[in-house]
């Protein structure tokens, strides 16, 4: 009981991070219908971001953060906006999930050339003490993952629901035709849901990075699981999103512990399977009608 107990924590810390990058897969698609294959790699740049920070300007992990914050609302958010998805999606979701797919390998194979095929340590921002409950022992890195998500989540949902700019957000992503009637700016609240995805990744980076290591690679199977995890709470609920990727990473941890390591992949894809099989929509997704 003390070892499940122990993966479930370090599970739910891992899929708070999945969750994070699913809710910005999902809050792309309620508002611009975009679907973003580059989510995983949109994660692993910001870490290279971070280290150069670190190595090249002599920066604290804390200022490096910082700066990757910027850069990425500015790359991540508002380039890849204007350059990439402004002109891609009048032309329909196909072309834009195929540029979406090219663009994640020309980040991958940028970072790659730029600071080489090795994984690189990075800096830990978060305690790495152990905490003991009776037989029960927990990392202080995972219950410091779980509450930053918590509190991250939180305050996007009183964003959302409680301030104006939230709800203006949210009426364009329920119909944004009529929301351009009521004279709601829907391109800037399309541009602020860019911006909030890229500082999400930002976030999720910071957390991830120093278990996985900074490594190029790192956005192919974290793109993968966040993509997952919001299909299985629901690609079309914000809450889906985080459920989907809390219950992706308990799987994931239990299925490597239980079982193999070589079936912690397999896991969520078992999962997705179940989801899709019984309740097509997601776990807490809406049905959505459409004519044909």
């Known amino acids: 009981m003390a070892q499940f107990l122990q993966l479930a924590t370090s599970g739910l810390a891992t899929g708070a991070i999945y969750a994070l990058a699913a809710i910005g897969f999902t809050l792309l698609w309620q508002t611009s219908q975009t679907i973003n294959f580059a989510q995983g790699e949109f994660v692993m740049l910001p870490a290279f971001l971070m280290l150069a920070g670190t190595r090249l300007l002599g920066l604290s992990i804390y200022a490096s953060f910082a700066l990757a914050l910027v850069l990425s609302a500015l790359l991540l958010g508002w380039v890849f906006k204007r350059v990439l998805v402004d002109r891609m999606l009048p032309h329909g979701y196909m072309p834009l999930v195929i540029a979406t797919i090219g663009l994640s390998l020309f980040m991958k194979e940028s970072v790659k050339v730029s ?38 989540v939180v305050a996007l949902h009183v964003f959302l629901a409680h301030t104006l700019t939230g709800r203006a957000m949210q009426a364009v ?17 399309v541009l602020y849901t860019f911006l909030i995805n890229a500082l999400l990744v930002t976030l999720a980076a910071l957390l991830v990075t120093p278990v996985y290591l900074a490594k190029y690679s790192n956005g192919e199977s974290l793109g993968l699981v966040a993509f997952i995890a919001a299909i299985v709470g629901g690609f079309n609920r914000v809450r889906g999103a985080l459920v989907g990727g809390l219950l992706l ?44």
């Open 115 to 152: 600071f080489g095929p090795e994984a690189l340590p990075f800096p830990s921002a978060l305690p790495d003490g152990l905490l003991h409950w009776g037989s029960v022992v927990v990392s202080e890195r995972d219950l410091a993952v779980l509450a930053i998500s918590a509190i991250v």
């Open 173 to 189: 992503a329920q119909n944004s035709e009529a929301a351009l009637v009521l004279g709601i700016p829907v391109a800037r609240m």
């Open 249 to 292: 990473g308990v799987v994931d941890n239990l299925s490597g512990a239980y079982f193999s390591s070589a079936y912690r992949q397999l896991g969520p894809l078992i999962v997705l399977i179940v989801i899709i099989l019984f309740r097509p929509q997601g776990l807490l997704g809406q049905a959505e009608e459409r004519t044909v």
